[in-house]
């Protein structure tokens, strides 16, 4: 006879901690707050989480197996600096896999999901003005991935956040260096909303292509100056 019914399960509590350091670790790679070369301590890590070194650990470990870092020795990590050859391989599959969900979203956005987006870019260029980057760098992803859920794709979602772990410490290096003021930072948001609004998958995708293509060539146009 079968008890399991009567059971009551209750996490355990390492696991818990791990999957909170781990999410927290993959956040504040895609919002960029770690720079690309960054070293990454876990002593430091896990003093900043208020747990022990071993989610820490793992977490990192997960991520290194993901390509979002690198291994260090001295029980660290590091951000990758990515190669002209690495960002040119992200920027094709960005645009061929975020092109595709906004084109998606757009044959189905309702104007309720219209309306949070507007309020996210209403956020984005408050941001902007007031040059509050990692506030901007915020908005932005929250607008991308609101956009990409809206596609209804189970699929596209986790392969783009995957790329964007491994971008988003050059998003903060193109955000310091690029002037979003007047509008500049979002105007491709701008037209994307328009491009939803009108049901235009068509220009959906081109919107994000542009918006995906300009942040290259800003990280293009910073390395020549290196």
């Given at each position: 006879?079968?008890?399991?019914?009567?059971?009551?399960?209750?996490?355990?509590?390492?696991?818990?901690?791990?999957?909170?350091?781990?999410?927290?670790?993959?956040?504040?790679?895609?919002?960029?707050?770690?720079?690309?070369?960054?070293?990454?301590?876990?002593?430091?890590?896990?003093?900043?989480?208020?747990?022990?070194?071993?989610?820490?650990?793992?977490?990192?470990?997960?991520?290194?197996?993901?390509?979002?870092?690198?291994?260090?020795?001295n029980r660290s990590a590091r951000v990758p600096k990515l190669s002209n050859v690495q960002l040119e391989d992200l920027r094709r599959t960005r645009l061929a896999l975020e092109s595709l969900a906004a084109e998606l979203a757009a044959t189905q956005v309702t104007p309720d999901q219209i309306a949070h987006l507007e309020k996210i870019l209403d956020d984005e260029l408050s941001s902007d003005e007031n040059r509050d980057i990692i506030s901007s760098i915020s908005r932005n992803l929250d607008f991308h991935f609101s956009l990409y859920r809206y596609s209804k794709s189970e699929v596209l979602p986790p392969l783009i956040e995957s790329l964007w772990m491994r971008i988003g410490p050059n998003i903060r290096t193109a955000a310091e260096y690029f002037d979003a003021r007047e509008g500049r930072g979002a105007e491709m948001h701008i037209q994307l909303i328009a491009a939803l609004k009108a049901k235009d998958g068509a220009g959906a995708r081109l919107a994000i292509e542009n918006d995906i293509n300009r942040f290259f060539d800003l990280i293009a146009e910073i390395s020549q100056q290196d």
């Open positions: 006879m079968s008890t399991t019914h009567s059971l009551n399960f209750t996490p355990v509590r390492h696991e818990t901690i791990q999957g909170s350091v781990y999410e927290e670790l993959r956040t504040m790679l895609m919002t960029g707050k770690f720079l690309p070369g960054q070293a990454l301590k876990i002593a430091d890590l896990a003093h900043t989480f208020g747990t022990s070194a071993q989610p820490v650990r793992e977490s990192i470990r997960q991520l290194v197996a993901e390509h979002a870092l690198d291994a260090s020795a």
